[in-house]
T-cell receptor
Framework: NAGVTQTPKFRVLKTGQSMTLLCAQD?????MYWYRQDPGMGLRLIHY???????AKGEVPDGYNVSRLKKQNFLLGLESAAPSQTSVYFC??????????????FGAGSRLTVL | GESVGLHLPTLSVQEGDNSIINCAYS??????FIWYKQESGKGPQFIID?????DKRQGQRVTVLLNKTVKHLSLQIAATQPGDSAVYFC?????????????FGRGTSLIVHP
């Protein structure tokens, strides 16, 4: 199994440009998440989804939109990129939120630079 | 020792020593605590978890201790190896309020010197 796959791995944007990060998982997980990681800030939740067709805001949702049209895919969009969105973005998925520890499986990350 | 600002707390150890990484939490309603390891250039990976009704859980070369009285969690790594060099995150899952999304700490950087 590939697990969680993120594309692209690297991207450089100019301020104001738009782009979409794609996350795909092949584990039939119900829940999917987008985090951003900045130096010294740990992992901050942007948006998450508890099932196909549903999304919810996390801790830092401003400037981002998401869609979960298919169970295996979770897309993160930046409509008008800003330098403050320069970060490493991680997608994650999990099988169950309620039961157990809700262990997340993470992708390898997507490094985005906004000039 | 600990640093502020953009720098993560860092623990430096010699290969073969035991490492102890600490984490303080604030939410008494958390029912699970989870440790993740993040190697350079990779996404975090699950190491071990502990349920809130336990004090200790052991895995392969790792032990988690939970002290609910002072809201403190620790990850002990025995006979630390260079491959253990990474950033370690603790996360807590809240069983109350309908949200079961884990909250991550800032992380601790472990550096293992050969």
């Amino acid at each position: 199994n590939a697990g969680v796959t993120q594309t692209p791995k690297f991207r450089v944007l100019k301020t104001g440009q738009s782009m979409t990060l794609l996350c795909a998982q092949d584990m039939n997980h119900e829940y999917m998440y987008w985090y951003r990681q900045d130096p010294g800030m740990g992992l901050r939740l942007i948006h998450y989804s508890v099932g196909e067709g549903t999304t919810a805001k996390g801790e830092v949702p401003d400037g981002y939109n998401v869609s979960r049209l298919k169970k295996q895919n979770f897309l993160l969009g930046l409509e008008s990129a800003a330098p403050s969105q320069t970060s490493v973005y991680f997608c994650a998925s999990s099988y169950s939120v309620r039961g157990g520890a809700n262990v997340l499986t993470f992708g390898a990350g997507s490094r985005l630079t906004v000039l | 020792g600990e640093s502020v600002g953009l720098h993560l707390p860092t623990l430096s150890v010699q290969e073969g020593d035991n490492s102890i990484i600490n984490c303080a939490y604030s939410n008494s309603a958390s029912d699970y605590f989870i440790w993740y390891k993040q190697e350079s250039g990779k996404g975090p990976q699950f190491i071990i978890d502990i349920r809130s009704n336990m004090d200790k859980r052991q895995g392969q070369r790792v032990t988690v201790l939970l002290n609910k009285t002072v809201k403190h969690l620790s990850l002990q790594i025995a006979a630390t190896q260079p491959g253990d060099s990474a950033v370690y995150f603790c996360a807590e899952k809240d069983r109350a309020g309908g949200s079961y999304i884990p909250t991550f700490g800032r992380g601790t950087s472990l550096i293992v010197h050969p």
